[in-house]
Structure formats: C-alpha cells, structure tokens
C-alpha cells in the first residue's frame, strides 16, 4: 500500500469483513465511462464499414459511469481493492480523506482493471462483467498501478 493509504489504514479497513485484507487504495476521479455494447443490427452500417451511434449530448463522466451502473459517490472518491472486493469510499472534499464505504462489488464481477502508461497523472480502466468501462484517474499519486497489480493478485489466489 502506498504512503497515503498506510496513514488511513483504521478508516479504510474499518467496514472491511472478518478476514478480509485490504491491499491497496487511492484517491481518485472519473475521466471517463462508457458501456460496451455489440449492436445485433444496424440498418444504416455501410458494408466493410462500422456502425457509428451518437447518442444526445455529451454527459460528465460522473453522470455516465452512474448510469450504466457503476456507483460513485461524486467526483473525487477513494477507490480500493481487497482481497475479496473492490470497493468505493465517499471522500472529505478538501483532502479526499476517506469518510465511508458506499459501493463494493465482489472481485467476479470485475472483468479486469488495468493501469495506462502515461505522462502526467495516472490513470486506470475498471471493466465490469457487464460491459460498464470506468476510467479513473489518481489524485496526488502516481500509484494507481498498485491497484492493477493488488486486482491481479487477488484474482490468482485460489478462494477460501
């Protein structure tokens, strides 16, 4: 875990399960969400050609993350990831201290999260087994990765 997370280690671990392990967590902010969806029809695709949507206006990604499902509490949240979860805290404006875990959902229904090699702030995709594409990105860190390989590592342990 990273420094920030060790200074909030009784906050964040307080509404974990008997048992469960807390292996990582960041401050963070939605950039971007999306679904993914296979279209069965579309009349007006060309041949060798894929069918472009458009749908209404441009909405915050706050707006569309919690449309398709995926809870956020607001626009800087702490998301974490335990050995059983992953699981989303409502942050104290000013410093995005952790206050309480809103959201969870249990490691099978995340298809996968995976870290973005860029410049400047780092950024994470968290995929839903429904297709939900939320793209967060790190507060004050550059450690966002830490919760790729906590998801990674969680995922290869064998259950009990």
Same mark, same amino acid.
């Given at each position: 875990?990273n420094?920030? &997370?060790?200074?909030?280690a ?5 509404? #974990?399960?008997?048992?469960e ?6 401050r963070?902010?939605?950039a $971007? &969400? ?6 069965t029809?579309?009349a007006?695709?060309?041949?060798? *050609? ?8 441009? #909405?915050?990604?706050v707006?569309?993350?919690? &449309? ?6 607001? #626009?800087?949240?702490i @998301? /974490?990831? $335990?050995?059983?979860?992953? #699981?989303?805290?409502?942050? $104290?404006? @000013? ?15 995340? &298809? ?20 939900t594409?939320?793209?967060? *990105?790190?507060?004050? $860190?550059? *450690?966002? /990765? ?15």
């Amino acid at each position: 875990m990273n420094a920030w &997370a060790r200074h909030y280690a009784d906050a964040l671990t307080a509404d #974990l399960d008997d048992g469960e392990t807390l292996l990582g967590a960041n401050r963070v902010t939605v950039a $971007s &969400a999306s679904k993914v969806e296979v279209p069965t029809r579309v009349a007006t695709a060309r041949p060798g *050609q894929p069918p472009v949507r458009r749908r209404g206006r441009k #909405l915050p990604p706050v707006v569309v993350a919690r &449309a398709n499902g995926f809870s956020v509490p607001g #626009l800087i949240f702490i @998301l /974490g990831v $335990s050995d059983r979860r992953l #699981l989303i805290w409502k942050s $104290s404006a @000013l410093l995005a201290k952790p206050r309480e875990l809103t959201t969870s959902y249990p490691l099978t229904r995340i &298809a996968s999260i995976t870290r973005h090699r860029r410049i400047g702030p780092t950024r994470a995709s968290i995929v839903l087994d429904d297709g939900t594409l939320v793209v967060v *990105q790190a507060l004050w $860190s550059r *450690q966002l /990765g830490e919760l790729a390989t906590a998801f990674t590592a969680a995922r290869s342990r064998p259950p009990g």
